[in-house]
């Protein structure tokens, strides 16, 4: 038993040695920062949204009658947004809404459109939620 208890316990030292040397060093203020930025969805283009009257240039899947709702729901809140500069709280929580509701749908036809559609229309839906809660900061 003895023995058993020396091993166990050199063992655990040499666990402790080998992580600490092997540890990398906390990240600085500036690279937690480039990471958060990093995750995020890139800025909508002028290509997407008119930067003069906010319509939105939905990518062809979204375009479907399936979306017409959430599309419905969405295009005067951006086009509110171009015009005054801000989306009020209640605003956001409506885009936020519709863009989990479109989300939803494109999983629920993921079976039955390209995945090059599903992805623009995914990575395009983040992007306008992204949009909202920036703006309505």
Not at 126 to 134: I, S, V
């Given at each position: 038993r003895l023995k058993?208890?020396?091993?166990?316990?050199a063992r655990r030292r040499v666990n402790q040695q080998y992580k600490e040397e092997t540890r990398r060093p906390a990240p600085t203020q500036e690279q937690i920062f480039r990471m958060?930025?990093?995750g995020q969805p890139a800025r909508l283009s002028p290509s997407q949204v008119d930067p003069v009257s906010g319509k939105i240039n939905w990518?062809?899947?979204?375009?479907?009658?399936q979306f017409s709702a959430e599309r419905a729901a969405i295009d005067?809140?951006?086009?509110?947004?171009?015009?005054?500069?801000h989306l009020d709280y209640q605003d956001?929580?409506?885009?936020?809404?519709?863009c989990?509701?479109?989300r939803k749908q494109l999983v629920a036809i993921i079976r039955d459109v390209p995945p090059r559609d599903q992805m623009q229309a995914n990575t395009f839906v983040?992007?306008?939620?992204?949009?909202?809660?920036?703006a309505s900061s």
């Open positions: 058993y208890a020396e091993t166990y316990f958060a930025q990093a990518p062809p899947l979204l375009t479907t009658d005067p809140l951006f086009e509110k947004l171009t015009k005054e500069g956001m929580l409506t885009v936020r809404q519709a989990e509701n479109m983040n992007q306008l939620e992204f949009e909202a809660r920036r």
